[in-house]
């Protein structure tokens, strides 16, 4: 397959502003057929070959498929990675004269999947702080608020709060205790300017990990709805583990506090580094004793937080147009 290797085009400085402004930016057909169908295709090879990790994030939802680090065993989205207009677009974003791939994210809601995204922020999940970060959503199908479509509280990043990281399956064990509930924002809408977009094949959502965003579950009848999310750091980015914050099961060098370096994290920008690119010829998965290890480490959190006198205020209003429904729901 062909596909063009510099960028579509530059931010605009309007764009730049907006992005700064509101913690989130829409861009109408900004990503080349060329590179959606590359990275349609590396989707659906993901779809068919879930991690064991992706098996287990996926497993409490009819018709919800999620997997992370997707580029590490799917060429497509590596090349996407590698060579797409998307590293560019980070680097004026985050202002960062060096640019690392953080990871990738698919999600996928089949017609009528009952998976609302509680409303969060992303960076409560990471093991990563810093300011120059930025994430990417690609969606490979038409999107409404119906179809699951992503909303955004706009400003949000600006509120100096960090909210408890809230997963589409309220996994207790990343829960950091000292950060604020996440308001209902459904229950109180008018409090809140909410923003989100129609959107078709080759546009793309631009946000910052601050950004207060969620979605419906799909309600449409007949459309899928299939979004890759693309992850990137800058130069002020440092590597802060816990155990409350997702687990990266790929080799690296990061020592904590200090920048991101290695494999896991490839530099694409001003140029990858040899040694990165080389180990990731082949395909990569992560061990079997690391996953052990990280769910071993998720229960004992998980057992901690149940044995608290307080309980935990999770539930958000996530009724539909379609039905009134509410998470989570398990099978
Ligand atoms: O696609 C979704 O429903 C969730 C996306 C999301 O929260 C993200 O990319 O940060």
Do not use: C
Request: charged share 25%; no cysteine; net charge positive.
């Amino acid at each position: 397959m062909s596909f063009a290797v510099t960028p579509a085009r530059p931010l605009t400085a309007e764009e730049i502003l907006r992005y700064r402004d509101d913690g989130v930016l829409m861009i109408k057909g900004a990503v080349a057929p060329s590179w959606l169908r590359l990275i349609e295709t590396g989707v659906e090879k993901a779809r068919g070959g879930l991690s064991l990790q992706g098996r287990f994030m996926s497993r409490k939802t009819r018709g919800y498929q999620m997997d992370t680090f997707l580029w590490k065993r799917v060429d497509e989205i590596r090349d996407a990675v590698y060579y797409g207009p998307f590293a560019y677009w980070a680097q004026q974003l985050m202002g960062s004269e060096q640019v690392r791939f953080f990871y990738d994210q698919m999600f996928v809601k089949e017609p009528g999947a009952n998976a609302p995204t509680p409303w969060h922020q992303d960076l409560s999940f990471w093991p990563i702080r810093g300011e120059q970060i930025t994430s990417f959503w690609i969606p490979v199908d038409p999107v409404t608020r119906e179809s699951s479509g992503l909303m955004y509280v706009k400003g949000s990043h600006k509120w100096n709060r960090q909210f408890k990281a809230i997963s589409p399956d309220y996994v207790a064990a990343i829960i950091d205790e000292r950060m604020d509930d996440v308001p209902d924002i459904n229950a109180h809408p008018e409090r809140y300017e909410l923003l989100d977009w129609e959107m078709s094949p080759g546009d793309i959502l631009m946000f910052h990990p601050l950004t207060l965003h969620g979605s419906y579950g799909n309600s449409h009848r007949t459309r899928r709805r299939r979004a890759l999310a693309l992850r990137w750091t800058g130069d002020d980015v440092v590597w802060a583990p816990s155990a409350k914050r997702m687990p990266v099961h790929y080799s690296h060098q990061s020592a904590v506090g200090g920048e991101l370096r290695g494999a896991a994290f490839p530099r694409i920008l001003p140029e990858p580094i040899a040694a990165e690119r080389a180990a990731r010829r082949a395909p990569e998965t992560p061990s079997r004793l690391q996953l052990l290890h990280s769910g071993w480490t998720n229960l004992l959190a998980a057992a901690r937080l149940k044995l608290r006198s307080q309980p935990l205020r999770l539930q958000q209003t996530w009724a539909t147009p379609a039905a009134n429904l509410t998470v989570p729901e398990k099978r």
